[in-house]
């Protein structure tokens, strides 16, 4: 038998090895119970309204009749008023984080303001914006009613904090060093900004953005006051038009009496989810594509 | 004794009196008295009581210098002395940095280079700068070395096509990438990266170019060509170094400075100072001043 003096053993006691295991077994737990909440969701609709799941689903309208109900005019009003909320939301956002890291200058009163209601906007809860929404919105001053157009714009207001903290981060992470680069040659403050700044902030832009959508598409609360009505037989037609969204199609039909009906809506929820993993997964890919291509 | 004579290298030393100790056996204490500071004919720069803050820190100060063209100088001295502060205030780089102010001239040939009137980007066109770390666009090889003309005007594809070759090959690094011209800058190693971004910097043909400790993220070999490099730049560009491997200094500058940290005892504040600047070779063997021998010498980091 070889003898050895050298010893390779654990000298680390054994209270901390159970410590350093409990821990790992904790943050297991964790992140187990959290997925199985969402699998447990996606379970128990599947089996209440897997049946259901047909193209008739997306292409009937509401109707009274369970067997021609179907969630169109509410997926297209959720398509019609979140595309226009991030189109409305995104240029502006995305501009005003490039302002404040680019081209604020020195961190003053002024900028710092500009922050801090930054950060109270994004805490504010839906539903005050869906009532600043209703008065100077749909009533008031600007008077534009019940339509695409006035709840679009109050998403925007609900997104827009998001996407200028995220845009912000993805501006600040992108080296100091290409821009010291660019300037070096030259380049004017702008050119070394979009030509080197803006797409190397994209990909975390891009993701951040989407993100933040997928949550505006849950969204129903403000669009409760702005005259999202849950039976509308028609698609939008224009931003001036009536609408309904998918989340308060699904809470109609669930609060129906008619047991059917409420099968119905567990349907409406799988769509609801199907849509949003669609985003999240388009986000995810979009991300590593445009990482892959930095890097060639 | 005539200003100019028709010599190379110290003919730019258009000196005002014989220096002494120019024999390096003669180093007694009577070379020790400082000789008269460096002129040159034409120099690219003139510094006069040059000093730099940030706030109410004062980096460096009392810089009186000027740096020849067409030849290498190079800023030597402990962390902290200002001499990275004090190249970065040549191209204006050191605008960047909230806070940073500059005083007394600065002279880039005739012209103030912090005269309200100059443009802090035409500066930079004329007076490149490579960093510490190579610092690569996350495009590639021929789209980095096509960013500053890009930025500096439109050129056609067929010009760009010759600057791009042209600059890579002034920086001894055409062959090696040739072939993939079309391929990110990011895959290649560290010293072909730092070798691009000084092709980046001659493809805008900038008269200067400030290198600030160059070689300190590359290994030995690297380090080699870029020194190798540096050495058949300096025929048609001015090169300013700073760097904190002395043996480089010696090997590849014809001038060094050497600034120190003095340190205000009532105050406890920091300050740059400008101890010598005088001929690399004299700088390394007979220096006028104690504090540059004891530093060259290694008694004193």
Same mark, same amino acid.
Request: proline share 5%; net charge neutral; glycine share 6%.
């Given at each position: 038998?070889?003898?050895?003096?050298?010893?390779?053993?654990?000298?680390?006691?054994?209270?901390?090895?159970?410590?350093?295991? =409990?821990?790992? *077994?904790? +943050?297991?737990?964790? #992140?187990?119970?959290?997925?199985?909440? @969402?699998?447990?969701?996606?379970? /128990?609709?599947?089996?209440?309204?897997?049946?259901?799941?047909?193209?008739?689903?997306?292409?009937?309208?509401?109707?009274?009749?369970?067997?021609?109900?179907?969630?169109?005019?509410?997926?297209?009003?959720?398509?019609?008023?979140?595309?226009?909320?991030?189109?409305?939301?995104?240029?502006?956002?995305?501009?005003?984080?490039?302002?404040?890291?680019?081209?604020?200058?020195?961190?003053?009163?002024?900028?710092?303001?500009?922050?801090?209601?930054?950060?109270?906007?994004?805490?504010?809860?839906?539903?005050?914006?869906?009532?600043?929404?209703?008065?100077?919105?749909?009533?008031?001053?600007?008077?534009?009613?019940?339509?695409?157009? =006035?709840?679009? *714009?109050? +998403?925007?207001?609900? #997104?827009?904090?998001?996407?200028?903290? @995220?845009?912000?981060?993805?501006? /600040?992470?992108?080296?100091?060093?290409?821009?010291?680069?660019?300037?070096?040659?030259?380049?004017?403050?702008?050119?070394?900004?979009?030509?080197?700044?803006?797409?190397?902030?994209?990909?975390?832009?891009?993701?951040?953005?989407?993100?933040?959508?997928?949550?505006?598409?849950?969204?129903?609360?403000?669009?409760?006051?702005?005259?999202?009505?849950?039976?509308?037989?028609?698609?939008?037609?224009?931003?001036?038009?009536?609408?309904?969204?998918?989340?308060?199609?699904?809470?109609?039909?669930?609060?129906?009496?008619?047991?059917?009906?409420?099968?119905?809506?567990?349907?409406?929820?799988?769509?609801?989810?199907?849509?949003?993993?669609?985003?999240?997964?388009?986000?995810?890919?979009?991300?590593?594509?445009?990482?892959?291509?930095?890097?060639? | 004794?005539?200003?100019?004579?028709?010599?190379?290298?110290?003919?730019?030393?258009?000196?005002?009196?014989?220096?002494?100790?120019?024999?390096?056996?003669?180093?007694?204490?009577?070379?020790?008295?400082?000789?008269?500071?460096?002129?040159?004919?034409?120099?690219?720069?003139?510094?006069?009581?040059?000093?730099?803050?940030?706030?109410?820190?004062?980096?460096?100060?009392?810089?009186?210098?000027?740096?020849?063209?067409?030849?290498?100088?190079?800023?030597?001295?402990?962390?902290?002395?200002?001499?990275?502060?004090?190249?970065?205030?040549?191209?204006?780089?050191?605008?960047?940095?909230?806070?940073?102010?500059?005083?007394?001239?600065?002279?880039?040939?005739?012209?103030?280079?912090?005269?309200?009137?100059?443009?802090?980007?035409?500066?930079?066109?004329?007076?490149?700068?490579?960093?510490?770390?190579?610092?690569?666009?996350?495009?590639?090889?021929?789209?980095?070395?096509?960013?500053?003309?890009?930025?500096?005007?439109?050129?056609?594809?067929?010009?760009?096509?010759?600057?791009?070759?042209?600059?890579?090959?002034?920086?001894?690094?055409?062959?090696?990438?040739?072939?993939?011209?079309?391929?990110?800058?990011?895959?290649?190693?560290?010293?072909?990266?730092?070798?691009?971004?000084?092709?980046?910097?001659?493809?805008?043909?900038?008269?200067?170019?400030?290198?600030?400790?160059?070689?300190?993220?590359?290994?030995?070999?690297?380090?080699?060509?870029?020194?190798?490099?540096?050495?058949?730049?300096?025929?048609?560009?001015?090169?300013?170094?700073?760097?904190?491997?002395?043996?480089?200094?010696?090997?590849?500058?014809?001038?060094?400075?050497?600034?120190?940290?003095?340190?205000?005892?009532?105050?406890?504040?920091?300050?740059?100072?400008?101890?010598?600047?005088?001929?690399?070779?004299?700088?390394?063997?007979?220096?006028?001043?104690?504090?540059?021998?004891?530093?060259?010498?290694?008694?004193?980091?």
């Amino acid at each position: 038998m070889a003898t050895t003096s050298t010893s390779l053993e654990s000298r680390v006691s054994i209270d901390r090895r159970i410590k350093d295991f =409990s821990f790992t *077994i904790f +943050l297991s737990v964790s #992140i187990i119970a959290s997925l199985a909440f @969402i699998f447990y969701i996606i379970y /128990r609709l599947y089996n209440n309204a897997g049946f259901l799941l047909s193209w008739d689903l997306v292409t009937f309208f509401p109707s009274y009749d369970i067997d021609t109900a179907g969630f169109q005019s509410s997926i297209m009003g959720s398509i019609w008023v979140v595309g226009f909320a991030t189109l409305f939301a995104v240029p502006v956002g995305v501009m005003t984080a490039l302002y404040l890291e680019e081209f604020a200058g020195k961190r003053n009163r002024f900028t710092a303001l500009i922050e801090l209601n930054i950060q109270n906007l994004a805490g504010v809860p839906a539903v005050v914006f869906g009532l600043i929404g209703l008065a100077f919105i749909a009533r008031g001053p600007l008077s534009w009613g019940f339509t695409v157009g =006035s709840a679009a *714009i109050v +998403l925007a207001m609900l #997104i827009l904090p998001v996407i200028i903290i @995220i845009t912000r981060e993805a501006i /600040r992470a992108v080296p100091p060093s290409y821009k010291e680069g660019a300037l070096a040659l030259g380049a004017t403050h702008w050119q070394a900004v979009s030509k080197l700044v803006i797409p190397s902030a994209v990909p975390g832009t891009a993701t951040g953005t989407i993100l933040a959508v997928s949550r505006a598409i849950g969204e129903s609360a403000p669009l409760l006051l702005l005259g999202a009505l849950s039976f509308v037989t028609f698609n939008p037609t224009g931003l001036d038009s009536g609408f309904t969204i998918l989340p308060l199609a699904i809470f109609k039909y669930a609060s129906d009496s008619r047991e059917e009906f409420q099968v119905l809506a567990s349907a409406g929820s799988l769509i609801l989810l199907a849509i949003l993993f669609a985003m999240n997964l388009f986000a995810i890919l979009l991300r590593d594509y445009t990482l892959r291509k930095r890097n060639v | 004794m005539s200003m100019i004579s028709n010599q190379s290298q110290a003919s730019k030393v258009a000196a005002s009196e014989p220096r002494k100790g120019s024999n390096p056996m003669s180093s007694s204490t009577a070379s020790r008295k400082p000789s008269e500071p460096l002129k040159f004919v034409d120099p690219v720069f003139t510094l006069k009581d040059v000093a730099v803050s940030y706030g109410n820190f004062v980096a460096v100060s009392d810089v009186n210098m000027q740096i020849p063209s067409h030849d290498i100088t190079a800023f030597i001295g402990p962390s902290g002395c200002g001499k990275s502060t004090l190249l970065r205030t040549l191209n204006r780089t050191n605008d960047l940095i909230p806070g940073a102010k500059v005083h007394g001239s600065l002279f880039y040939h005739d012209a103030d280079l912090y005269h309200p009137s100059a443009s802090a980007v035409e500066v930079r066109r004329r007076i490149g700068m490579v960093f510490q770390k190579p610092n690569p666009f996350p495009k590639s090889i021929y789209e980095n070395i096509a960013f500053g003309p890009k930025v500096n005007g439109r050129p056609k594809k067929s010009e760009l096509d010759d600057i791009v070759e042209k600059s890579l090959k002034s920086a001894a690094l055409w062959d090696e990438v040739k072939d993939r011209l079309n391929e990110s800058a990011l895959g290649l190693s560290g010293g072909q990266q730092q070798r691009l971004c000084i092709a980046r910097s001659i493809a805008v043909e900038p008269e200067v170019i400030l290198m600030d400790e160059p070689c300190s993220a590359l290994d030995p070999i690297a380090t080699l060509r870029i020194e190798e490099l540096m050495a058949e730049l300096k025929k048609q560009y001015t090169i300013v170094i700073v760097t904190h491997n002395m043996q480089q200094a010696a090997r590849v500058s014809s001038y060094t400075a050497f600034y120190v940290t003095e340190v205000n005892l009532t105050s406890d504040r920091r300050t740059g100072k400008l101890v010598e600047f005088n001929e690399t070779k004299k700088m390394f063997s007979t220096p006028d001043d104690e504090r540059t021998e004891a530093y060259v010498t290694g008694k004193m980091g």
